[in-house]
């Protein structure tokens, strides 16, 4: 048999269990404050309507469910802006380099040097000591892959692809 909704009186007795079985199943807090509101709003739009409902608690938490389901169906993971188009790339690479080809010395430069090559060796040593070789004698000292491959018996595909 259905019951005569008192939507406030639902909403007092069901607000923290509900918020509670939401916040469980989802990261944000506002998204869990958003899908309870609209619970509580189809609730209202239901007793509006005067459309019965048999087990209040089954359908508030089966709407609660349905709008958590939608909510992860339509967050589509948002691809991060790109630092630089290409043209600015190539300028803001131009101007790394002028650091270590410029040899204007002045204190500003010579602590970007310092950072740029803090930052270089960091990540050169979070290489193996393979890729890190293979990088340093084809990028830093100008060696082809046939050279490298020569000089410690690698195969080229091998050097590549590290």
């Known amino acids: 048999m ?4 008192n939507v406030s009186e639902i909403v007092r007795e069901y607000k923290n269990r509900l918020a509670g079985f939401i916040r ?11 899908i309870l509101q609209e619970v509580f709003y189809q609730l209202a739009e ?15 938490f089966t709407v609660a469910r349905n709008r958590i389901t939608d909510l992860y169906r339509k967050k589509k993971p948002e691809p991060l802006p790109e630092p630089y188009s290409d043209e600015e790339e190539e300028i803001a690479i131009e101007d790394l380099g002028s650091l270590f080809i410029d040899e204007d010395s002045n204190p500003e430069t010579e602590y970007l040097r310092s ?23 084809n990028e830093i000292k100008g060696m ?18 590290r």
């Open 2 to 5: 259905a019951q005569e909704l």
């Open 115 to 137: 950072m740029v090559m803090e930052e270089f060796e960091e990540a050169l040593n979070d290489l193996s000591p393979e890729q890190r070789q293979a990088f340093e004698l």
């Open 24 to 34: 469980k199943r989802v990261n944000r807090t506002e998204d869990a404050e958003d």
């Open 46 to 60: 239901a007793d509006w309507l005067m459309k019965p409902i048999d087990q209040i608690a089954g359908w508030l």
């Open 144 to 161: 082809s892959f046939n050279e490298i491959s020569k000089l410690t018996g690698e195969p080229v595909n091998t050097l590549i692809s």
